[in-house]
């Protein structure tokens, strides 16, 4: 290999060269038109400027805002114990194991579904509709 046959790579382009006689095609004003804003150097126009109207951002009402504390709960399903042995002790770090809980944060049981087993759950919070069921199949409810 020697420089007589080196290629360039195909997914390089190469860069339009203005400014270089008219018969280029972007000789004089480079393909920029003549005066005005877009036309200058660094003349690029922000996204929402609407040309000194009042932007749609600033004519539109603020509302409402946003709780920082606000606790945002897992949430996993009655039905979803099915995939647990009868008789185990359902905790945060068993679900996370098993793939039922894709981030972190305290876990709140909710009652969609049917309990066939008795399963002791340990969790941070419980629907009182879920504890009902699961005390129902012979389960019990205990707190973090």
């Known amino acids: 290999m020697d420089l007589s046959n080196l290629k360039a790579p195909a997914n390089q382009k190469k860069s339009r060269r203005v400014g270089r006689g008219e018969s280029s ?22 996204p929402g400027f609407e040309g000194g109207q009042m932007p749609l951002q600033r004519r539109l009402p603020k509302k409402g805002f946003t709780n920082i504390f606000k606790i945002r709960y897992n949430v996993v399903h009655v039905k979803d114990l099915s995939r647990f042995e009868p008789g185990a002790v359902i905790t945060p770090d068993l679900l996370r194991e098993r793939g039922l ?17 008795a399963y002791t759950i340990v969790l ?10 699961i005390e129902a199949a012979g389960g019990k409810v205990e707190f973090k």
């Open 101 to 117: 809980l894709k981030r972190g944060g305290p876990v709140k049981l909710l009652s969609d579904g049917e309990v066939t087993s």
């Open 124 to 133: 941070d919070r419980t629907s009182s509709a879920a504890r009902k069921k």
């Open 25 to 46: 095609g972007v000789g004089k004003t480079c393909g920029k038109g003549h005066k005005g804003q877009k036309s200058r150097s660094g003349g690029s126009i922000s």
